[in-house]
């Protein structure tokens, strides 16, 4: 199959406005460097296009319609939609996006110039190839979107059942209280900042934690001796609970395997108390009740941060043990039934990535 400089083929623009020109009212999608789509209150572009963050994440999206883009946005769109299928283009940069980041340039924040788009080789069959190509990986990406779609149902109900078990933590004074200190061991991870090194034990902050899970792809790493001695201070074990304490708050995780991390600027909550139960603090802590506690604390703002005093001052409603346990054991089958469908979503995340694969190496179609 024959390649192509990607210059030849699109028109390349970047967005003109700064992120905080965002409105979460606003009728228009609003495109960052974000994963995450924001939205504003007027447009400034009306096309089909594919999106390209020009420094941090490195995301690739695709639109048709109107938006506006944060001026460190790439706009891609294609000179002739007879030679080049806009999808087929965006299939082919959710592959090349890893070769961005890979030739990312800069210090903290890792940015890409214009050339590594304009100087792209895509792959380009005919345009009746491309379209098959699309609604092939189309149709596999639909699959994907509805396992994703099944499990976020299943999240949906554990909080329903968590609301209606519990009721309103905010509004229901049903329970009494106690602070989170009384009943449970409050502590937090090094504020020290030790040396990274290439290879050794990994070190989790805030930002590692996501979606319910520790994610590795992006950590630190840190000796042996400084694993040591953060962990006389804040050691985790299964069953404990970890979170965020500084930016996505609200996002708590049970260690439910072996943990062998340290952890930095990150609450650890370790139960030793019968009253309570980790399941039950996990999703009182995933629930609305830790807004109202961070604006009580006037702990919002652009970067919304929690203090361990602050969560070790936090009033917990204690419903009956039984009742907890009740709840726990609900979620312990939803959860099984979750992982079910994690499974079957990782088989399809990995034939999506397969058929992408085989599409620009020409594989597919070869008649």
């Known amino acids: 199959m024959r390649k192509v400089s990607l210059g030849s083929l699109v028109n390349i623009r970047t967005g003109?406005?700064?992120a905080n020109a965002s409105n979460p009212e606003g009728k228009y999608p609003f495109f960052t460097c974000s994963r995450e789509t924001l939205k504003i209150d007027t447009y400034s572009y009306d096309c089909e296009c594919?999106?390209?963050?020009?420094?941090?994440?490195?995301?690739?999206?695709?639109?048709?319609?109107?938006?506006?883009?944060?001026?460190?946005?790439?706009i891609i769109e294609s000179i002739d939609k007879n030679i080049l299928n806009v999808k087929y283009l965006y299939y082919f940069m959710q592959l090349y996006v890893s070769k961005l980041r890979q030739m990312s340039i800069g210090g903290v924040i890792k940015y890409i110039k214009l050339n590594y788009l304009t100087d792209a080789k895509i792959p380009l069959p005919n345009i009746e190839k491309q379209n098959k190509i699309v609604k092939v990986l189309e149709k596999a990406q639909e699959l994907i979107d509805k396992r994703k779609a099944q499990i976020e149902a299943l999240d949906q109900l554990t909080?329903?059942?968590?609301?209606?078990?519990?009721?309103?933590?905010?509004?229901?004074?049903?329970?009494?209280?106690?602070?989170?200190?009384?009943?449970t061991d409050v502590r937090d991870g090094t504020h020290d900042s030790p040396k990274y090194v290439p290879s050794g034990y990994p070190l989790v902050t805030?930002?590692?934690?996501?979606?319910?899970?520790i994610d590795l792809s992006n950590v630190n790493y840190i000796s042996e001796e400084d694993f040591i001695n953060i962990n006389k201070r804040s050691k985790v074990d299964i069953g404990d609970i970890i979170m965020p304490m500084i930016g996505t708050?609200?996002?708590?995780?049970?260690?439910?395997?072996?943990?062998?991390?340290a952890i930095k600027n990150v609450a650890l909550i370790k139960f030793n108390n019968p009253c309570v139960i980790n399941i039950y603090i996990k999703y009182l802590l995933d629930s609305h009740y830790l807004d109202y506690i961070l604006n009580k604390n006037k702990r919002g703002g652009t970067q919304k941060f929690l203090s361990l005093t602050d969560i070790r001052n936090m009033e917990i409603p204690l419903p009956p043990r039984d009742l907890q346990a009740k709840f726990s054991e609900i979620v312990k089958k939803v959860d099984s039934q979750k992982a079910i469908l994690?499974?079957?979503?990782?088989?399809?995340?990995?034939?999506?990535?397969?058929?992408?694969?085989?599409?620009?190496?020409?594989?597919?179609?070869?008649?």
Not at 159 to 183: C, H, Q, Y
């Open 16 to 18: 003109k406005l700064d």
């Open 50 to 74: 594919v999106l390209v963050a020009g420094n941090g994440d490195l995301n690739v999206k695709y639109y048709n319609g109107k938006f506006d883009a944060y001026q460190r946005t790439y």
């Open 159 to 183: 909080k329903s059942v968590f609301l209606e078990m519990f009721g309103d933590p905010v509004a229901n004074k049903t329970w009494e209280r106690r602070p989170l200190k009384d009943i």
């Open 206 to 213: 805030s930002k590692n934690i996501k979606n319910g899970k």
């Open 249 to 261: 708050i609200g996002n708590p995780i049970i260690v439910d395997e072996q943990p062998n991390f």
């Open 342 to 367: 994690h499974k079957s979503l990782t088989e399809l995340e990995n034939n999506f990535n397969s058929l992408m694969q085989r599409a620009f190496k020409g594989e597919l179609f070869n008649d």
